[in-house]
């Protein structure tokens, strides 16, 4: 099975059901299969064949989801682009890739003159412009790879995590089975389609069940995010911590917090893409009375590791047990296990198990071993299964000889009803040792200073533990999908 052949079997199953709403278009399955079809054609009359990879940098919309399709019928290799990357950033991917094709969309016409006058092999054509051919398409295999998804270099240059069709979809598929997803469920989409999560989440599980996609161009105005949700009955909410955070904090007069319940058929939340704190998971179940479930991935498993199931025991403070077919431990430095509920590496393996890093074999063999991929993240293991995430093992802050690992400040002070987010973060401080500093944005019109916030933290961590520095700011540097990029943080400190 291939996620060509997926589309074209809800399609046949359900070719008259709306597969993506957007503004107030929809879009059946049945046109997604045929255009997709027709654009695969398109693509090979450009020159693309099985194996070539493919950009594609545009801005949410149905035509992102018919060209990703597109690419993997004509045998190709998608390679979707953070569209928040400078030209020369994206020129990187297009050259380290070795891209055949940009397909691109009006807003990136700039980034596309850059690219073609850097990259004089590159073919591009705006998405609109693709020849609509018939064409004999590539059949392919469950093992070829689909997508190229590159990595958001926190830790150095982008690498290209090479996913194969059966990475995904069996990834779609355990999702679907522990959030309990059926063909009547209808997602929300505003997160960009770039991101693993959101299209993994998002467009290949319903895609995978039939069921509907509602589409926004993102976020903003957080207005239409409402809107939707009860103009279009939303009834699967995927979102960022940041989002809920917001929600969960943000004051809702009765009569619309009423308004809301009478009206809002939203029957699942789920947070992923960076931690989601224990506070936020209960101040949102208690406002809104929806159960929220935090998730953990990475780029390299396609994304999804484990999930608190929907039905049975969820446990607020982990990310629940590996989802089927996956398997998870933690282990010491010299890869030995370590006891139930002690802090080790995360590793994991199962059939969402990337295939390695394209043109990388040395960063490939870092973290696939023996079958098992090391996240690099930090974790305890209950005797449940439940995964606990500690931190990120490059964002442990060793003071004095003690570990800290920052999550565990950044939760507590998350508790703080003034505090709308925060990080703490490491730095040199010049004697073989490292200085914690902790960063807060507050909430609009909320008063706090460092005293209140140190007066807080004094009874609830140890001493070894509290931030040498404390500054408050007013925007966290981010990823596209809300993740605070904390290496910009400590470059703010060097």
């Known amino acids: 099975m291939t996620l060509s052949s997926v589309l074209s079997e809800t399609a046949k199953k359900h070719p008259k059901k709306i597969g993506i709403k957007f503004r107030e278009r929809n879009v059946t399955y049945a046109e997604m299969d045929n255009r997709a079809g027709l654009c695969a054609g398109g693509i090979y009359a450009l020159g693309v064949g099985p194996g070539d990879r493919v950009a594609i940098l545009m801005k949410n919309c149905p035509e992102y989801i018919i060209a990703y399709f597109s690419i993997i019928r004509a045998g190709a290799i998608a390679v979707p682009i953070n569209t928040f990357l400078t030209p020369d950033e994206v020129i990187y991917i297009l050259n380290d890739c070795a891209c055949r094709l940009l397909i691109y969309d009006e807003s990136f016409a700039g980034h596309e003159v850059r690219a073609k006058e850097s990259i004089r092999t590159l073919n591009s054509v705006m998405f609109d412009d693709i020849p609509e051919n018939k064409a004999e398409f590539h059949t392919g295999s469950d093992d070829d790879i689909a997508v190229f998804l590159y990595t958001s270099g926190t830790t150095g240059f982008p690498k290209g995590a090479?996913?194969?069709?059966?990475?995904?979809?069996?990834?779609?598929?355990?999702?679907?089975?522990?959030?309990?997803?059926?063909?009547?469920?209808?997602?929300?989409?505003?997160?960009?389609?770039?991101?693993?999560?959101?299209?993994?989440?998002?467009?290949?599980?319903?895609?995978?069940?039939?069921a509907r996609i509602i589409l926004l161009e993102s976020v903003k105005p957080f207005s239409n995010v409402i809107n939707s949700i009860v103009k279009d009955r939303v009834t699967v909410f995927i979102a960022v911590p940041t989002v809920y955070n917001i929600l969960s904090r943000k004051k809702i007069p009765l009569m619309a917090k009423l308004l809301m319940k009478m009206l809002v058929k939203i029957r699942l939340c789920v947070s992923g893409a960076a931690a989601l704190p224990e506070s936020t998971i209960h101040a949102f179940e208690g406002k809104f009375n929806i159960p929220l479930l935090e998730g953990y991935g990475l780029t390299e498993t396609s994304p999804v590791v484990s999930v608190n199931p929907l039905k049975g025991n969820r446990k607020p403070s982990s990310v629940g047990p590996p989802i089927p077919g996956v398997e998870a431990a933690a282990v010491d430095d010299n890869n030995n296990r370590v006891g139930t509920d002690e802090v080790g590496e995360l590793i994991v393996r199962g059939p969402n198990i990337m295939k390695g890093y394209f043109?990388?074999?040395?960063?490939?063999?870092?973290?696939?071993?023996?079958?098992?991929?090391?996240?690099?993240?930090?974790?305890?293991?209950?005797?449940?299964?439940?995964?606990?995430?500690?931190?990120?093992?490059?964002?442990?802050?060793?003071?004095?000889?003690?570990?800290?690992?920052?999550?565990?400040?950044?939760?507590?002070?998350?508790?703080?009803?003034s505090i709308e987010e925060c990080a703490m973060v490491g730095v040199a401080d010049g004697?073989?040792?490292?200085?914690?500093?902790?960063?807060?944005?507050?909430?609009?019109?909320?008063t706090v200073d460092r005293n209140e916030v140190e007066k807080y933290l004094k009874d609830r961590v140890a001493r070894f533990?509290?931030?040498?520095?404390?500054?408050?700011?007013?925007?966290?540097?981010?990823?596209?999908?809300?993740k605070i990029k904390k290496n910009e943080l400590r470059e703010w400190e060097i």
């Open 359 to 417: 043109n990388k074999q040395s960063e490939t063999d870092e973290v696939l071993k023996d079958g098992w991929l090391y996240t690099g993240d930090m974790a305890k293991i209950d005797r449940d299964g439940y995964i606990y995430i500690v931190d990120r093992k490059k964002d442990l802050i060793i003071v004095d000889g003690m570990n800290i690992y920052p999550r565990e400040v950044e939760d507590i002070v998350m508790e703080l009803p």
């Open 431 to 446: 004697r073989g040792s490292e200085i914690s500093v902790l960063y807060l944005k507050k909430i609009d019109e909320t």
């Open 465 to 482: 533990k509290m931030p040498r520095r404390i500054k408050f700011i007013d925007e966290f540097p981010k990823t596209a999908t809300g």
């Open 162 to 210: 090479m996913l194969t069709n059966r990475n995904l979809i069996s990834n779609a598929q355990a999702s679907r089975e522990v959030m309990d997803i059926v063909h009547k469920d209808r997602f929300l989409l505003f997160l960009p389609l770039f991101h693993s999560f959101s299209f993994t989440v998002c467009v290949i599980l319903p895609v995978l069940t039939g």
